[in-house]
């Protein structure tokens, strides 16, 4: 455990049992807000999914946090550039994931598939791969992961519901299952080990908003950025949910259980919606893409025979 670092869990609750196999980490989160004009927080950072649409939008944004950043994809990545490290490996591969967590002192990780489908390649990447990522990082002594969990974890509430971190998992596939299980495991590993975690529940990331239902789950890229950066700098965050999204007009999910995290969204979907409205056209009610708020995830599948 960091020395001064008061660690709770988002009950206020400290860990019963810290491992003495857990080593002494090389740096820890800061134990203050991030001042921009500080030295960087870690020592090394990895970034996991780098080469993935928020990975190549956070990399250049997650520079100023870090000594090194050392960057991983199972897919190819851009040549490292000053202060970065570029490491291949695919997340289901155990060694190789031991590989590219050594020597960091924090994780961000968004590796995995992210999309819904048939169950196996879901369960080398996203289930098998979180546990790999999570396992290296007791034995090196990681302090902290922020995880890209999503909102398909509670895909299967309906569209005028609105959801908090502390009501009960309704995942709306395999995906939103393996992200489940994700946020079990950070879990357990702050329980047991003392490992924080922060796990995202991201709405949409994209450029803007591309559909009627985006509108309400719409995360723009500069506020994934201070979500990131609050969840790997908020002082102590014991193992927190969030949901990712930006101040939207309309919004199904209640972060107040997260408020300790200071993240504050500045940006919103709604300059988008005129442009939206004029594209789409309303969608029948009773479509359970409609319906739910997982979106068109809730009625993919069945894949297996
Ligand atoms: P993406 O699909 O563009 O990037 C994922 C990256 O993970 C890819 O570069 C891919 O090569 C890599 N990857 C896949 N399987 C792997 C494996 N077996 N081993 C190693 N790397 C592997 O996804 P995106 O949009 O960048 O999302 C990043 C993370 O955030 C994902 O975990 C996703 O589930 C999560 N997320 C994203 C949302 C969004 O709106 N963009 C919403 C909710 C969650
Ligand atoms: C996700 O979890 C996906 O990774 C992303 O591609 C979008 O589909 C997003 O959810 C969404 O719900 O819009």
Request: proline share 7%; net charge negative.
């Amino acid at each position: 455990m960091g020395a001064g670092l008061d660690i709770v869990d988002d009950r206020g609750v400290s860990p019963s049992a810290l491992p003495p196999s857990s080593a002494p980490a090389t740096s820890s989160a800061a134990s203050a807000p991030r001042d921009e004009a500080a030295a960087p927080v870690f020592d090394r950072l990895l970034l996991t999914g780098a080469a993935g649409g928020l990975g190549r939008e956070l990399r250049p944004r997650l520079r100023r946090l870090t000594r090194i950043l050392r960057l991983s994809d199972v897919a190819p990545l851009a040549a490292a550039d000053t202060g970065e490290e570029v490491m291949t490996a695919a997340l289901e591969d155990s060694a190789a994931v031991d590989a590219i967590v050594a020597g960091c002192a924090a994780i961000v990780h968004l590796g995995g598939i992210s999309t819904e489908g048939p169950f196996a390649p879901i369960l080398a990447a996203n289930i098998v791969g979180v546990w790999n990522l999570y396992e290296s990082a007791r034995r090196h002594g990681v302090r902290r992961v922020v995880f890209a969990s999503s909102n398909h974890v509670t895909g299967f509430y309906r569209q005028d519901e609105v959801v908090s971190p502390l009501d009960p998992m309704r995942p709306d596939g395999h995906y939103g299952l393996s992200k489940a299980f994700g946020e079990n495991v950070a879990r357990f590993y702050f329980d047991r080990y003392g490992i924080e975690s922060v796990c995202l529940r991201i709405g949409s990331s994209f450029p803007a908003p591309k559909d009627r239902r985006m509108l309400a789950t719409w995360l723009s890229y500069d506020d994934l950025e201070r979500l990131v950066v609050a969840g790997l700098t908020a002082p102590a965050v014991g193992c927190s949910v969030v949901y990712g999204v930006s101040a939207n007009a309309t919004i199904w999910w209640d972060n107040t259980s997260a408020s300790h995290l200071g993240f504050r969204a500045e940006d919103s979907s709604e300059p988008f919606r005129a442009a939206v409205e004029a594209r789409q056209p309303v969608l029948d009610p009773s479509d359970p893409a409609s319906r739910f708020q997982g979106g068109a995830f809730v009625k993919q599948g069945p894949f297996e025979r």
